[in-house]
């Protein structure tokens, strides 16, 4: 246990991913054990550590919203906030799921191969028990009706994430227009929630390694590495599309604004590497959200706008779902005309809102909406067993493209304070 107690945890992921993908490859390689050892070792321990994420989650985002929201005296500029910010998640979003639909009839990673001769033997019938997630149907008079609960409580035990979040901005709103002297206790008692979650999540992050080593070793375990060429290409130009996404959009958009990002990378690296490794933004959350404040940007904006972008900021989920959704079509010869793509770039920025930031529910996503524009879902039984790999690649877009975005409204809202964000670069703190 000597390495979860160890104070430089990203030096503690990065041994036991090591580990995990040697442990991964071993048992691959070892059919007599493998089941054994994934059922009554690794599983749990990957089981533990995605429902100690789960299990934070929801105190903190509810905590942080209504913190961030309540800090605001004046309606009018939460307002102005609040649009800003859902203006900018959507520009941003439209931007990564048009650029995924171009680099994949570029590339056309699908083309050429023969469906027939495909693997079908990985079951996907586990993910059709979560379209009730989705709906491919939905309408935007209908998401804006289903943001608002019957029962708050019941939502919270759902994990409603759209749900709650209104709650949270309606319970900071009511909380910010009572008079000062009724509010503060409840607010002193809401920060000490939210301050002792920021406790709990240090404590979680400290079993992380072993988190990540279980999950690791459980996918190169049951799937090895990588021996179809459509995978290779699919994955490949995942990885390729998000890192141009990166470094230029994303880069072009810090630019603009005044931002490096660069230096932005370096002040989040350990928290994008943890959020690549495990497969989920929540697991950085907090550490996110405080790292921003101290570069610089309001913590009432910090609390706002990094909760409310994991259920609409999700660059990276949605870039995915637009190439893998273009690859599938492409293996059945399924060739999309120009209207039928928009059509799924809306369907996409419908669908993808309000997904947890938990491993593999873009998968879940991509699922419901491919019905909508007369793909095959039995594709999605292709890319099943690399699934968690794209997933590593898009969770840390969605991790930067949040972390950018709090920098972005603050300028916006002209409360960037510069000289902190600078005084904490040259720090050595960015460093932890």
Known sequence: ??????????????ICLVLGIISGL????????????????????????????????????????IMGVSGIDDTKKLSRIGLKTLLYFELVTTLAIVVGLIAANIFKPGYGINMSNLSKNIDISQYKNFNKIVNPHTTVINLIVNLIPYNIFKSIVNGDMLSIIFFSIIFGLGLSSLPKKNKKNLINIIKTISETMFSITNLVMRYSPLGVYSLISITLANFGFLSLLPLIKLVCLVYLTIIFFIFVILGSIAWYFGFNLIILLRIIKNELLLAFI????????????????????????????????????????????????????QLYGINLNLFTQVTLIFTLMITSKGIAGIPGVSFVVLLA?????????????????????????????????????????????????????????ESKKYKG
């Not at 691959?28 to 059922?39: L, Q, T």
Request: with cysteine.
């Open 1 to 14: 246990m000597k390495i979860i107690n160890s104070k430089n945890l990203a030096l503690n992921i990065i």
């Open 26 to 65: 071993i048992l691959h390689s070892n059919h007599i054990i493998r089941s054994w050892f994934i059922f009554n070792f690794l599983q749990p321990l990957g089981e533990i550590f995605i429902r100690l994420i789960k299990m934070i989650v929801i105190p903190i985002i509810i905590s942080s919203l």
């Open 369 to 425: 909406t491919l019905g909508s524009i007369g793909i095959p879902i039995e594709g999605l039984a292709f890319i099943a067993g690399v699934d968690r790999i794209l997933d590593m690649a898009r969770t840390g877009l969605n991790v930067i493209g949040n972390a950018l975005a709090v920098l972005i409204i603050s300028k916006w809202e002209n409360q960037y304070d510069k000289n902190k964000g600078l005084s904490y670069f």
């Open 278 to 329: 495990t497969s989920s933004s929540e697991t950085v959350l907090l550490k996110l959200m405080s790292k921003m404040e101290n570069y610089g940007a309001p913590k009432n904006i910090c609390n706002f706008v990094i909760p409310t972008g994991y259920s609409f900021n999700l660059d990276g989920s949605t870039l995915y779902q637009s190439i893998a959704a273009l690859f599938i079509a």
